[in-house]
């Protein structure tokens, strides 16, 4: 079901965008259709309203933030979309010596320090759950950094969601693999970025940061350029699994804040070329990453064995606490115990598409059809238009 009753399914995470950054990006991606007149109309007023309260945070902490030191690596959960990277964040998070960006920080990232306001916002927009995948919402649960990011800088994947019509493959390639853009605009992304984790290093006194973000799973050698000793965590999902529940992000989680058409077709087109992509610069670009700074996690086998593989991270990345931090797991494993996936099936020329197309990792990691799907008599979507 898409999601119903929220301002957020009208306005999505780019509530509090600084109206600056709102402008670039309305500019840089030509016009909105007409008939999402009120999801522009709804973030401008929004983004406008926040004029003093981001003026205010930058007069009062700016100083004090940009002379923040990253002492500490940060540790970079990398994964496909839909291949775990959340439910890995939300466990290591419950390790207290860590930091994180949370849903707030994510989306105020230029006022969320100085004004509660934004709390009782997020309070009033935020569903309880995520409409992909019914897990948790909450302004204090960790997000993704490419979040934030979208929301103070007009260079980011967010523009794919946002603005669909206008090439999601070229904005993939212009804002995570940075081709065919000015060395300008990279510079200014890796600016933009070291200040958002000194302004999250400043909220969480100083804790190493863990940072979810499935972009940077094409970005390793970036994130090595601004952070050499930087630990990393590879999460990886069944491909048909992978294919399905990102299509099921995009139906229920992007659709209902798109400024633009798209036809199903495009986005089924964009799914296979992005996973293609993006796995492809990982198994190059990993190989940069010194052995005893990469972990791999088998997305099945956590899901049955999650404090076996947590304390393979802690072990291989030589970080130190997780006795320690084991009865913050259990209690949280426990939480979500009774969890249930969303449940869909693929039509049998997507299983061929997958099977073609993302072979590389099929064979890789000895992956075949689930057998959730092979027992199925007839499967009950077919996304090709």
Known sequence: ??????????????????????????????????????????INILSAIG????????????????????????????GHWRSGTTHLHNILTQDPQFGYISMLEASFPNSFLSNKFFHFILKVTLPKKRPMDNMELSSYLPQEDEMALGNIFPYTLYNAFYFPGTGMDQ???RYVKFKGISNWIIEKWKKNYYYLLQKTTYNMKGRQLILKNPAHTARIKILLEMFPNAKFIHI????????????????????????QNVSDQ???DYIFYVYKDIMN??????????KHNLVEIKYEFFEDNSLEDLEKVYSNLNLKGFS????YFEKYLNSVKNFEKNKYYLSQEILKKVQEQ????????????????????????????
């Open 171 to 173: 904005k993939y390639d």
């Open 358 to 385: 993302w072979k590389f990792t099929l064979d890789k990691w000895k992956y075949d059809v689930p057998n959730h799907f092979k027992k199925q008599e007839k499967t009950i979507l077919n996304f090709s238009s």
């Open 51 to 78: 004029i003093p309260f981001r003026a205010y945070e930058h007069w009062k902490f700016d100083k004090v933030i940009k002379k923040i030191k990253i002492n500490k690596p940060p540790i970079f959960i990398l």
């Open 281 to 290: 610069s990982y198994f190059i670009d990993s190989k940069l990453i010194p």
């Open 1 to 42: 079901m898409r999601q119903k009753n929220s301002i957020q399914s009208h306005i999505g995470p780019s509530m509090g965008a600084s109206f600056k950054n709102w402008m670039k990006m309305l500019i840089i991606n030509g016009s909105f259709a007409f008939k999402y007149i009120h999801r522009v109309t709804i």
């Open 266 to 268: 495009e986005i089924e």
């Open 324 to 327: 320690k931090a084991r009865s």
């Open 236 to 259: 990886y999902r069944n491909p048909f699994d992978v294919f399905l529940s990102t299509w099921n992000f995009f139906q229920q989680g992007i659709r209902p804040f798109m400024l």
